[in-house]
Antibody, heavy 120, light 106 residues
Framework: QVQLQESGPGLVKPSGTLSLTCAVS?????????WIWVRQTPGKGLEWIGE???????NYNPSLKSRVTISLDKSKNQFSLKFTSVTAADTAVYYC?????????????WGQGILVTVSS | DIQMTQSPSSLSASVGDRVTITCRAS??????LAWFQQKPGKAPKSLIY???NLHNGVPSKFSGSGSGTDFTLTISSLQPEDFATFYC?????????FGQGTKLEI
């Protein structure tokens, strides 16, 4: 059973950088899957942020692309999200998840989520 | 971006009922449609992929259908643990997008 666990600061100052890590257990991050970040706010609902493949190839939501970087650390079996120039609108619960690329299987496993508040 | 529109936004039902939730895409997404269930304070749980396939461990009371732009999620014989918010998601075109959710209440 694959498990994902988000970690990082729960409070970030406006104009600062939000950095989160997703640790993967019960499976290898080097398997042929996409590793993704999704966030959820009361106002905008669920929003797909972006994804990274085992090769390092990435896809980002164009609305966020200028501020987002997703990276992979195979040695630690984890992947990360970096979000720059944050504002109060980036306050959300952030989820990491696995998107299976074969058989059109989509997202199968989710992390528990981490609430990040942007405030001074 | 592809817009995903769910209806209804909320739905009241009783234990034992059968309910259907609809998801409409603003353009053809083939069958790249997923359904998720979310309970308050919890992460979404993956129910269905490719419009009609159940993820491992998901009970057969959940079923999905559709292709192109119109999709449905049906839940039969509702039990108390089924009451939650349900979301659809298209993963045919970037950026992948979600519906606004359907809250299923007792």
């Amino acid at each position: 059973q694959v498990q994902l666990q988000e970690s990082g600061p729960g409070l970030v100052k406006p104009s600062g950088t939000l950095s989160l890590t997703c640790a993967v257990s019960g499976g290898s991050i080097s398997s042929p899957n996409w590793w993704i970040w999704v966030r959820q706010t009361p106002g905008k609902g669920l929003e797909w942020i972006g994804e990274i493949y085992l090769s390092g190839s990435t896809n980002y939501n164009p609305s966020l692309k200028s501020r987002v970087t997703i990276s992979l650390d195979k040695s630690k079996n984890q992947f990360s999200l970096k979000f720059t120039s944050v504002t109060a609108a980036d306050t959300a619960v952030y989820y990491c998840a696995r998107h299976v690329s074969v058989s059109g299987k989509g997202i199968d496993y989710w992390g528990q989520g981490i609430l990040v508040t942007v405030s001074s | 971006d592809i817009q995903m529109t769910q209806s209804p936004s909320s739905l009241s039902a009783s234990v034992g009922d059968r309910v259907t939730i609809t998801c409409r895409a603003s353009q053809d997404i083939s069958n790249y449609l997923a359904w998720f269930q979310q309970k308050p304070g919890k992460a979404p749980k993956s129910l269905i992929y490719a419009a009609s396939n159940l993820h491992n461990g998901v009970p057969s009371k959940f079923s999905g259908s559709g292709s192109g732009t119109d999709f449905t999620l049906t839940i039969s014989s509702l039990q108390p643990e089924d009451f939650a918010t349900f979301y659809c998601q298209q993963y045919n075109n970037y950026p992948y997008t979600f519906g606004q959710g359907t809250k299923l209440e007792i």
